[in-house]
């Protein structure tokens, strides 16, 4: 059986003089402000890129901590960034990369088996599996 999520977004106007909301089911975000501005022009609001590395660093860093549990390790902090590369190309805009960097306390976990774990999640977590563009891994293990 599969689970179902809902996100949606609410758009008026044009392009450029446009508003639009974004919400979520779950009420996180209610009619979250985006728009032109705040995703070409670093104005604020949200934008669909910033939205999609947050899911991302969130799916991830959950697959990791499932791997860690296997390999017998739990994390007392595990920091993950997602950045979102938005480039225009010559059929329009496209997401050409998605560069995680995580920052991990796992107390027992060598820097090889830390590095080797994180890899795997990277590569299983279920918003990896749909994002064709190149995904990157920075991954550290504190102390």
């Known amino acids: 059986m599969a689970i179902i999520r809902t996100g949606s977004a609410q758009w008026s106007g044009g392009i450029k003089d446009g508003k639009g909301a974004i ?3 779950s009420g996180a975000l209610s009619a979250y402000p985006y728009g032109f501005a705040s995703r070409f022009e670093n104005q604020k609001g949200s934008n669909p890129e910033e939205l999609l590395g947050a899911a ?3 799916c991830f860093t959950m697959a990791l901590s499932l791997i860690l549990g296997e390999a017998g390790l739990t994390a ?10 938005l480039e ?4 329009g805009y496209e997401i050409t990369a998605v560069d995680l960097t995580l920052v991990g306390t796992v107390p027992g976990a060598t820097p090889e088996q830390f590095a080797e774990l994180a890899a795997k999640a990277k590569a299983n977590c ?12 920075d991954a550290s293990l504190k102390g």
């Open 56 to 58: 991302h660093a969130a």
């Open 126 to 137: 279920p918003l990896s599996k749909v994002i064709r563009a190149a995904i990157s891994l």
């Open 76 to 85: 007392t902090d595990l920091q993950t960034s997602a950045k979102v590369s």
């Open 88 to 91: 225009k190309k010559e059929a």
């Open 23 to 25: 919400s979520t089911e």
